[in-house]
């Protein structure tokens, strides 16, 4: 267990339920979890096992029904609104399965959005959208818009756009899901870069392939963590 002081996500008996019309269903049911300052978690696990029920409470998408979520130091369930709206912009990037991006903005304005709502000046937006476009080697395309570029090209963006505000914290769910192989080979090697530099990535996944290139793997099954391994990829490669 990592302490508070270096602890990204720390999670204490967290309990998820939904109404359904058969009743309460448990999605979660007491997990614990650390995760530390610069780490690589692959979450794991079949349809239905509770995985991405689990990545929405720690991109405070949702509230849990009860237990404890500690982000960045913050217990979550004491901020109001605002707080934690802030608290997820500065501490989280997202980045998705089905890339997300604005159709008819350009990739340098898709990848500027986020400081929009932190109040930036527009110059300094466009620099640090143009940097962040460059390090995920896409600088030419600037002005280009999104259909113009490949699907691969397209999570490069959403990549840039979720590191735009320089987040601690990188959750991507399937991240490769709508790519070819080798494409999201391409990806997978790019978060391992940004988790070279001290980015910690929380990534789910269902494909092995693509949860061997995480330090950690986090297996759920039926709302329950049911393996915890830490990988040595150097062996493996």
Do not use: W
């Amino acid at each position: 267990m990592g302490t508070m002081t270096d602890s990204v996500i720390r999670i204490e008996s967290l309990y998820k339920s939904y109404e359904t019309s058969a009743g309460l269903f448990p999605a979660l049911k007491n997990v614990d979890l650390c995760i530390a300052s610069g780490e690589f978690v692959a979450v794991m696990g079949p349809s239905g096992s509770g995985k991405s029920t689990f990545m929405n409470l720690l991109g405070c998408l949702d509230k849990p029904s009860a237990g404890r979520y500690v982000l960045d130091g913050r217990d979550v369930a004491n901020l109001g609104k605002d707080e934690l709206a802030l608290l997820r912009n500065r501490t989280i990037g997202f980045v998705f399965q089905g890339f997300n991006l604005l159709p008819r903005m350009t990739l340098l304005e898709n990848v500027s959005l986020p400081l929009i709502y932190c109040g930036m000046e527009r110059e300094e937006r466009r620099r640090r959208a143009r940097e962040l476009l460059a390090k995920v080697g896409l600088e030419d395309k600037a002005d280009s818009m999104p259909n113009k570029i490949s699907g691969g090209q397209q999570q490069r963006v959403a990549i840039a756009r979720a590191l735009v505000n320089r987040p601690r914290l990188l959750l991507a769910d399937e991240p490769t899901g709508n790519l070819d192989s080798q494409t999201g080979e391409e990806i997978m090697a790019l978060f391992e870069a940004l988790n070279r530099e001290g980015i910690t990535i929380v990534l789910v996944t269902h494909e092995t392939e693509i949860a061997r290139h995480a330090k950690r793997q986090v297996k759920f099954h039926d709302g329950r963590i049911v393996g915890d391994q830490t990988t040595h990829n150097e062996v493996a490669a």
